[in-house]
């Protein structure tokens, strides 16, 4: 009885602070203990009371229907992630001049904001720390350095987007936006891109077990004020998902990028190892094919009694097919994933390693990872991570890098490694 009373003045609280415009989460906890001081809840009623009534409010506001707060607020979702790196960068001593050790501290921060317009219409923004001078860094790294007397630090616009959606199996985007194309792995785009044009993406499942999807793009790679025709990709990739089985799955796609007005262009961003005339100018243009393809396999050693929740193998192969590049024109990755699909909570692992081979032409050199030896193209590079959760949505990761640069594709007969140790500190809010 002493309960049902209390939920009766409760609910009179609240409907009371509708009136006001907000019902503060606050004011429900001081109006349970002060049931609690005149003895009609115990101090275990009125807990659970809170609870139960902050677990409604939650779900109202996902479900869009908690009247006191603006539709727009309802339909809007925040989110980012801040990341605290160690770095140490070491390269083979080329002369008595040339810096061999480097030890960074770094930080990322991404703030990210979606909200629906519509049913059908979403617009997201996000920030995020880094450069906007470019440099080979500016689109492919979102980190910042400790440095320059704790000055302060850059945040740029990393993504301003319209996505509409008419169908549920279509996706019209449109501005600076997430690469819609799929990689297994990072060896022709950086992770950190964020392309700029339009993209439709298609999606359809067409049995139980089986997905098709189709992603395009056109996306302007620079902006010249002549005469001249804009650098521009296009991509097209057909791809197919399909549960083998109930613990195994394959993804699989071809892609095909086009290229106009690139050739005869110094382009922002270039780690500069493209064929190139004495001015810089890149002499080829650039015409990729792409197959990728990955398995997934959940606990792939349970037959062993080995608790390891799930194997990922992928490979991928790359080849600049345009008629003009006879030699160093091709380049694949392979791969796996072993351990937790995603860490989510304490002592989820993942273990990650791929090995990276291509050419100097293989394709243009503003897109591979910054940090697989600069980004640079005509290079070999083993990559190793490792990632341990701490919690809910925080974890501690480790990722090592060693690579060469492929002999006799800068004019020297010298292969010059170069290791990057990075150990990271990642939340997610």
């Not at 605290?84 to 960074?104: E, N």
């Not at 630090?153 to 194309?181: C, E, H, M, R």
């Not at 990955?294 to 008629?323: H, M, Q, T, W």
Request: glycine content about 10%.
């Amino acid at each position: 009885m002493k309960r049902f009373l209390a939920i009766i003045v409760l609910a009179g609280s609240v409907v009371l602070s509708f009136g006001r415009g907000f019902c503060f989460a606050g004011e429900i906890d001081i109006l349970l203990q002060k049931l609690v001081e005149k003895g009609i809840l115990t101090p275990g009623e009125a807990q659970q009371i809170a609870t139960e009534t902050k677990e409604q409010v939650k779900k109202e506001i996902a479900e869009g229907k908690y009247s006191s707060l603006p539709a727009w607020v309802q339909n809007t979702k925040l989110k980012g992630d801040f990341r605290l790196r160690y770095q140490y960068d070491h390269a083979k001593k080329l002369s008595a001049t040339t810096p061999t050790d480097r030890h960074r501290g770094r930080i990322r921060l991404r703030l990210g904001l979606e909200s629906k317009v519509n049913e059908k219409l979403l617009v997201g923004v996000g920030l995020a720390t880094g450069l906007n001078d470019g440099s080979a860094d500016a689109s492919r790294s979102t980190n910042v350095s400790f440095s320059d007397s704790s000055s302060k630090k850059s945040l740029s616009l990393d993504y301003a987007f319209a996505q509409y959606s008419p169908v549920s199996w279509a996706t019209l985007i449109g501005g600076k936006f997430k690469n819609p194309i799929w990689e297994p792995g990072d060896m022709l785009w950086d992770t950190d891109i964020n392309p700029e044009g339009g993209a439709l993406k298609l999606s359809k499942k067409i049995s139980s077990n089986t997905e098709l999807f189709m992603n395009t793009g056109i996306l302007v790679i620079d902006e010249i004020s002549n005469k001249d025709s804009d650098p521009t990709m296009y991509a097209v990739q057909p791809g197919i998902v399909q549960q083998l089985t109930e613990a195994i799955s394959l993804k699989a796609a071809f892609s095909y990028y086009g290229f106009s007005g690139v050739k005869g262009k110094k382009l922002d961003g270039t780690a500069g190892t493209n064929s190139k005339t004495s001015a810089d100018k890149l002499i080829y243009n650039y015409k990729n094919i792409m197959p990728a393809i990955e398995l997934g396999i959940k606990e792939p050693l349970k037959a062993l009694r080995l608790n390891i929740p799930y194997l990922a193998l992928f490979c991928e192969y790359v080849k600049n097919i345009d008629s003009a590049v006879k030699d160093d024109n091709a380049g694949y990755m392979i791969g796996f994933k072993l351990g937790a699909e995603k860490i989510k909570k304490w002592a989820d692992w993942q273990l990650r390693y791929n090995y990276a081979r291509y050419a100097k032409d293989a394709f243009l050199d503003i897109l591979p990872d910054s940090d697989r030896y600069g980004g640079k193209t005509g290079v070999k590079a083993h990559e190793i991570m490792f990632d341990w959760g701490l919690g809910e949505n925080t974890w501690l990761g480790i990722d090592y890098y060693y690579g060469e640069q492929l002999k006799g594709n800068f004019g020297s007969n010298q292969s010059k490694p170069a290791s990057v140790v990075q150990i990271d500190w990642n939340m997610k809010f």
